[in-house]
Protein backbone atom coordinates (compact mmCIF):
# COMPACT_ATOMS: atom_id res chain seq x y z
CA UNK A 1 0.00 0.00 0.00
CA UNK A 2 1.29 3.61 -0.83
CA UNK A 3 2.74 5.68 1.77
CA UNK A 4 1.88 9.47 2.40
CA UNK A 5 5.21 11.61 1.71
CA UNK A 6 3.64 15.90 1.65
CA UNK A 7 1.14 17.61 3.56
CA UNK A 8 -0.02 20.24 2.78
CA UNK A 9 0.17 23.56 5.16
CA UNK A 10 -1.75 26.95 4.16
CA UNK A 11 -1.35 26.16 0.33
CA UNK A 12 2.71 24.86 0.66
CA UNK A 13 3.40 21.34 0.26
CA UNK A 14 6.08 19.68 2.70
CA UNK A 15 7.43 16.45 4.02
CA UNK A 16 4.81 15.24 7.06
CA UNK A 17 7.26 15.21 9.45
CA UNK A 18 8.24 19.04 9.13
CA UNK A 19 4.20 19.97 9.57
CA UNK A 20 4.01 21.79 12.99
CA UNK A 21 0.62 23.74 15.21
CA UNK A 22 1.67 25.27 18.18
CA UNK A 23 0.06 24.03 20.97
CA UNK A 24 -1.38 27.49 22.17
CA UNK A 25 -3.41 27.73 19.57
CA UNK A 26 -6.71 27.88 19.65
CA UNK A 27 -7.63 24.95 17.29
CA UNK A 28 -5.60 22.81 20.12
CA UNK A 29 -7.16 24.61 22.78
CA UNK A 30 -10.39 24.87 22.22
CA UNK A 31 -10.82 22.18 19.67
CA UNK A 32 -11.48 25.76 17.34
CA UNK A 33 -11.23 23.77 13.96
CA UNK A 34 -13.48 22.17 11.39
CA UNK A 35 -12.46 19.66 8.60
CA UNK A 36 -13.92 17.38 6.04
CA UNK A 37 -12.67 13.59 4.99
CA UNK A 38 -12.82 13.46 1.22
CA UNK A 39 -12.14 10.27 -0.70
CA UNK A 40 -10.52 10.58 -4.10
CA UNK A 41 -11.40 7.09 -6.13
CA UNK A 42 -9.11 5.50 -8.81
CA UNK A 43 -11.55 5.20 -11.33
CA UNK A 44 -11.92 1.39 -12.47
CA UNK A 45 -11.23 2.33 -16.17
CA UNK A 46 -8.92 4.58 -16.53
CA UNK A 47 -6.75 4.44 -13.44
CA UNK A 48 -7.38 8.36 -13.25
CA UNK A 49 -8.56 9.54 -9.87
CA UNK A 50 -11.63 11.44 -8.92
CA UNK A 51 -12.64 13.27 -6.01
CA UNK A 52 -16.01 12.23 -4.67
CA UNK A 53 -18.54 15.43 -4.27
CA UNK A 54 -15.58 17.36 -3.72
CA UNK A 55 -18.01 20.94 -3.71
CA UNK A 56 -20.60 19.42 -0.95
CA UNK A 57 -17.41 18.98 1.15
CA UNK A 58 -15.99 22.23 0.73
CA UNK A 59 -19.29 23.95 1.63
CA UNK A 60 -19.90 22.12 4.93
CA UNK A 61 -16.37 23.41 5.98
CA UNK A 62 -17.32 26.86 4.88
CA UNK A 63 -20.39 27.03 6.66
CA UNK A 64 -18.52 25.44 9.54
CA UNK A 65 -15.57 28.39 9.40
CA UNK A 66 -18.86 30.68 9.33
CA UNK A 67 -20.77 29.39 12.13
CA UNK A 68 -17.38 29.00 13.94
CA UNK A 69 -16.58 32.83 13.06
CA UNK A 70 -13.48 31.93 11.73
CA UNK A 71 -12.10 35.15 10.32
CA UNK A 72 -12.28 34.93 6.08
CA UNK A 73 -12.77 31.58 4.23
CA UNK A 74 -10.92 29.72 1.31
CA UNK A 75 -12.46 29.96 -2.06
CA UNK A 76 -13.99 26.43 -3.28
CA UNK A 77 -11.43 26.31 -6.83
CA UNK A 78 -8.11 27.53 -4.17
CA UNK A 79 -9.12 23.92 -2.43
CA UNK A 80 -9.59 22.33 -4.96
CA UNK A 81 -6.70 23.50 -6.81
CA UNK A 82 -4.60 22.36 -3.03
CA UNK A 83 -5.97 19.19 -2.86
CA UNK A 84 -5.56 17.86 -6.33
CA UNK A 85 -1.53 19.19 -6.28
CA UNK A 86 -1.83 17.31 -2.57
CA UNK A 87 -2.63 14.13 -4.49
CA UNK A 88 -0.53 14.66 -7.29
CA UNK A 89 2.57 14.96 -4.94
CA UNK A 90 1.84 12.21 -2.80
CA UNK A 91 1.90 9.64 -5.95
CA UNK A 92 -0.94 7.11 -4.90
CA UNK A 93 -1.49 3.89 -6.53
CA UNK A 94 -4.82 2.99 -4.92
CA UNK A 95 -8.18 5.15 -3.15
CA UNK A 96 -6.74 8.23 -1.43
CA UNK A 97 -8.46 9.07 2.08
CA UNK A 98 -7.76 13.09 2.23
CA UNK A 99 -8.32 14.78 6.25
CA UNK A 100 -9.00 18.79 5.53
CA UNK A 101 -8.63 20.76 8.16
CA UNK A 102 -9.39 24.56 8.66
CA UNK A 103 -8.77 26.10 12.49
CA UNK A 104 -7.25 28.84 14.10
CA UNK A 105 -3.50 28.92 14.26
CA UNK A 106 -3.65 31.99 16.56
CA UNK A 107 -2.83 31.57 19.64
CA UNK A 108 -5.03 34.03 22.05
CA UNK A 109 -8.22 33.96 23.83
CA UNK A 110 -11.82 32.10 23.94
CA UNK A 111 -13.47 34.54 21.44
CA UNK A 112 -10.41 34.94 19.24
CA UNK A 113 -10.87 34.50 15.33
CA UNK A 114 -8.03 34.31 13.46
CA UNK A 115 -5.12 34.07 12.24
CA UNK A 116 -6.65 30.99 10.11
CA UNK A 117 -4.89 28.39 8.72
CA UNK A 118 -5.50 24.72 7.19
CA UNK A 119 -3.71 21.30 6.51
CA UNK A 120 -4.50 18.60 4.07
CA UNK A 121 -3.07 15.10 4.30
CA UNK A 122 -3.95 11.94 1.91
CA UNK A 123 -3.74 8.83 3.39
CA UNK A 124 -4.62 5.12 2.33
CA UNK A 125 -7.45 4.07 4.20
CA UNK A 126 -7.80 0.38 5.25
CA UNK A 127 -11.29 -1.54 4.84
CA UNK A 128 -12.38 -2.24 8.49
CA UNK A 129 -12.39 -6.22 8.82
CA UNK A 130 -15.97 -6.16 9.09
CA UNK A 131 -17.13 -4.32 5.76
CA UNK A 132 -17.95 -7.23 3.85
CA UNK A 133 -19.56 -9.61 6.60
CA UNK A 134 -21.49 -7.05 8.46
CA UNK A 135 -20.73 -5.29 12.16
CA UNK A 136 -22.45 -5.85 15.67
CA UNK A 137 -23.60 -2.12 17.51
CA UNK A 138 -24.77 -1.23 20.34
CA UNK A 139 -27.06 1.78 21.84
CA UNK A 140 -24.70 4.21 23.79
CA UNK A 141 -25.46 5.50 26.90
CA UNK A 142 -23.87 8.49 25.74
CA UNK A 143 -26.75 11.18 24.09
CA UNK A 144 -25.81 12.34 20.75
CA UNK A 145 -24.91 16.22 21.27
CA UNK A 146 -27.72 18.57 20.34
CA UNK A 147 -27.60 21.40 18.07
CA UNK A 148 -28.56 24.33 20.85
CA UNK A 149 -25.20 22.73 22.76
CA UNK A 150 -22.61 21.99 20.05
CA UNK A 151 -24.42 21.92 16.26
CA UNK A 152 -23.94 18.37 15.11
CA UNK A 153 -25.00 20.03 11.34
CA UNK A 154 -20.96 21.43 11.25
CA UNK A 155 -18.02 19.05 11.40
CA UNK A 156 -16.19 20.76 14.10
CA UNK A 157 -13.44 19.12 15.79
CA UNK A 158 -15.00 19.72 19.32
CA UNK A 159 -18.30 17.50 18.39
CA UNK A 160 -15.82 14.01 18.34
CA UNK A 161 -15.63 14.49 22.15
CA UNK A 162 -18.83 13.10 22.31
CA UNK A 163 -18.33 10.30 19.40
CA UNK A 164 -15.28 9.16 21.25
CA UNK A 165 -17.19 8.70 24.69
CA UNK A 166 -19.74 6.10 22.69
CA UNK A 167 -16.91 4.70 20.55
CA UNK A 168 -14.70 3.74 23.93
CA UNK A 169 -18.12 2.68 25.18
CA UNK A 170 -18.90 0.20 22.86
CA UNK A 171 -15.23 -1.02 22.34
CA UNK A 172 -15.15 -1.64 25.85
CA UNK A 173 -18.84 -3.64 25.57
CA UNK A 174 -17.80 -6.16 23.05
CA UNK A 175 -19.63 -3.83 20.02
CA UNK A 176 -18.58 -2.94 16.65
CA UNK A 177 -19.28 0.15 17.11
CA UNK A 178 -21.91 2.55 18.77
CA UNK A 179 -25.19 3.85 17.90
CA UNK A 180 -26.54 7.42 19.57
CA UNK A 181 -29.70 8.26 20.47
CA UNK A 182 -30.97 12.23 21.11
CA UNK A 183 -31.58 13.81 24.12
CA UNK A 184 -35.11 12.58 23.71
CA UNK A 185 -34.35 9.05 22.94
CA UNK A 186 -35.04 8.66 18.99
CA UNK A 187 -31.89 7.36 16.83
CA UNK A 188 -29.33 9.11 16.12
CA UNK A 189 -26.23 8.53 14.05
CA UNK A 190 -23.10 6.57 14.90
CA UNK A 191 -20.04 8.36 16.13
CA UNK A 192 -18.61 8.97 12.30
CA UNK A 193 -21.47 7.92 10.07
CA UNK A 194 -24.57 8.12 9.48
CA UNK A 195 -27.56 5.33 10.00
CA UNK A 196 -30.36 3.83 7.70
CA UNK A 197 -32.14 0.67 8.24
CA UNK A 198 -34.99 -0.95 6.51
CA UNK A 199 -38.60 -2.02 7.44
CA UNK A 200 -41.30 -3.46 5.73
CA UNK A 201 -39.24 -3.02 2.55
CA UNK A 202 -38.86 0.65 3.13
CA UNK A 203 -35.64 2.40 3.92
CA UNK A 204 -35.93 4.45 6.65
CA UNK A 205 -33.23 7.05 8.40
CA UNK A 206 -33.46 9.50 10.52
CA UNK A 207 -34.06 13.32 9.75
CA UNK A 208 -31.75 16.27 9.99
CA UNK A 209 -33.15 17.71 13.15
CA UNK A 210 -32.34 14.34 15.02
CA UNK A 211 -28.79 15.83 15.65
CA UNK A 212 -27.11 14.20 12.55
CA UNK A 213 -24.48 15.77 10.54
CA UNK A 214 -25.64 16.40 7.49
CA UNK A 215 -24.11 13.70 5.38
CA UNK A 216 -23.29 13.75 1.85
CA UNK A 217 -22.98 9.96 1.64
CA UNK A 218 -26.73 9.82 3.18
CA UNK A 219 -27.64 12.26 0.76
CA UNK A 220 -26.03 9.92 -2.02
CA UNK A 221 -27.65 7.08 -0.82
CA UNK A 222 -31.10 8.77 -0.33
CA UNK A 223 -30.88 9.75 -4.31
CA UNK A 224 -29.31 6.57 -5.55
CA UNK A 225 -32.16 4.42 -3.70
CA UNK A 226 -34.82 6.31 -5.59
CA UNK A 227 -32.94 6.77 -9.03
CA UNK A 228 -32.54 2.21 -8.68
CA UNK A 229 -35.92 1.49 -7.50
CA UNK A 230 -37.99 4.17 -7.88
CA UNK A 231 -39.26 4.51 -4.34
CA UNK A 232 -38.67 7.26 -1.60
CA UNK A 233 -36.89 6.25 1.14
CA UNK A 234 -38.45 7.59 4.55
CA UNK A 235 -36.61 10.31 6.35
CA UNK A 236 -38.15 10.76 9.36
CA UNK A 237 -37.76 10.64 13.73
CA UNK A 238 -36.86 6.80 14.91
CA UNK A 239 -38.12 5.26 17.95
CA UNK A 240 -35.04 3.03 19.53
CA UNK A 241 -37.53 -0.11 19.70
CA UNK A 242 -38.38 0.02 16.02
CA UNK A 243 -34.62 -0.42 16.16
CA UNK A 244 -35.54 -4.13 16.71
CA UNK A 245 -37.93 -4.09 14.07
CA UNK A 246 -35.19 -3.66 11.04
CA UNK A 247 -34.91 -6.63 8.10
CA UNK A 248 -31.65 -4.74 7.73
CA UNK A 249 -29.39 -1.80 8.79
CA UNK A 250 -26.49 0.36 7.93
CA UNK A 251 -23.84 2.70 8.66
CA UNK A 252 -22.75 5.14 5.80
CA UNK A 253 -20.19 7.97 5.34
CA UNK A 254 -17.23 8.67 3.54
CA UNK A 255 -14.52 7.54 5.38
CA UNK A 256 -16.83 4.01 6.53
CA UNK A 257 -18.37 4.31 2.87
CA UNK A 258 -21.22 1.64 3.52
CA UNK A 259 -20.82 -0.77 6.81
CA UNK A 260 -23.79 -3.43 6.86
CA UNK A 261 -24.96 -3.88 10.56
CA UNK A 262 -26.20 -7.15 11.04
CA UNK A 263 -26.85 -6.97 15.13
CA UNK A 264 -28.01 -4.38 17.28
CA UNK A 265 -27.33 -4.65 21.11
CA UNK A 266 -26.56 -8.47 20.56
CA UNK A 267 -30.48 -9.36 18.75
CA UNK A 268 -29.78 -10.17 14.82
CA UNK A 269 -31.15 -7.83 12.71
CA UNK A 270 -33.20 -9.26 9.98
CA UNK A 271 -31.95 -12.63 9.80
CA UNK A 272 -28.41 -11.61 10.99
CA UNK A 273 -27.00 -11.52 7.06
CA UNK A 274 -26.48 -8.59 4.91
CA UNK A 275 -29.38 -7.21 3.44
CA UNK A 276 -30.46 -7.59 -0.27
CA UNK A 277 -31.24 -3.88 -0.03
CA UNK A 278 -28.02 -2.79 1.60
CA UNK A 279 -25.96 -4.83 -0.87
CA UNK A 280 -27.39 -3.19 -3.74
CA UNK A 281 -26.51 0.22 -2.74
CA UNK A 282 -23.35 -0.73 -1.66
CA UNK A 283 -22.59 -2.25 -5.03
CA UNK A 284 -23.73 0.34 -6.80
CA UNK A 285 -22.37 3.35 -4.26
CA UNK A 286 -18.97 1.71 -5.39
CA UNK A 287 -20.10 1.47 -9.15
CA UNK A 288 -20.47 5.55 -8.91
CA UNK A 289 -17.36 6.74 -7.31
CA UNK A 290 -15.78 4.55 -9.49
CA UNK A 291 -17.29 5.76 -12.36
CA UNK A 292 -18.77 2.42 -13.51
CA UNK A 293 -21.78 3.75 -13.69
CA UNK A 294 -21.76 6.82 -15.44
CA UNK A 295 -24.48 8.55 -13.87
CA UNK A 296 -23.55 12.23 -11.59
CA UNK A 297 -20.66 12.91 -13.79
CA UNK A 298 -20.52 15.95 -11.49
CA UNK A 299 -20.04 14.14 -8.21
CA UNK A 300 -16.72 13.11 -9.93
CA UNK A 301 -14.14 15.64 -10.00
CA UNK A 302 -11.38 14.18 -11.94
CA UNK A 303 -7.41 14.88 -11.47
CA UNK A 304 -5.60 15.07 -14.91
C1 LIG B 1 -20.73 12.30 12.94
C2 LIG B 1 -20.70 11.92 11.52
N1 LIG B 1 -21.86 11.57 10.92
C3 LIG B 1 -21.90 11.22 9.62
C4 LIG B 1 -20.75 11.20 8.85
C5 LIG B 1 -20.84 10.91 7.38
O1 LIG B 1 -20.75 12.13 6.69
P1 LIG B 1 -20.29 12.18 5.18
O2 LIG B 1 -21.13 11.22 4.44
O3 LIG B 1 -20.56 13.59 4.75
O4 LIG B 1 -18.86 11.84 5.17
C6 LIG B 1 -19.52 11.52 9.44
C7 LIG B 1 -18.30 11.47 8.65
O5 LIG B 1 -17.86 12.45 8.15
C8 LIG B 1 -19.50 11.91 10.79
O6 LIG B 1 -18.35 12.24 11.38
Not at 4 to 30: C, F, W
Not at 184 to 204: H, N, Q, W
Not at 266 to 282: H, K, S, W
Request: with cysteine; proline share 5%; aromatic share 8%.
Amino acid sequence: MWQPKQIMMNGELMPLEDARLHPLSLAVTYAATVFEGVRAYRLSETGQFALFRLDDHIRRLQVGMKLMRFDGSYDAEYLTECLVRLIRANEPDSDVYIRLLAYIEGTGLLATTGPVGFTAAAMPRAKPAFADTGMSLGVSSWQRLSDNASPPRIKTTANYVNARLAAHQARADGYDGALMLTPDGKVSEAPIACFFMVRDGCLITPSADNNILESITRDTILTRHEELTGATAEVRTIDRSELYFAEEAFLCGTGQEILPVTAIDRLPVGDGNVGPLTDRLRRDYFDLVRGRVSDHPEWRTLIE
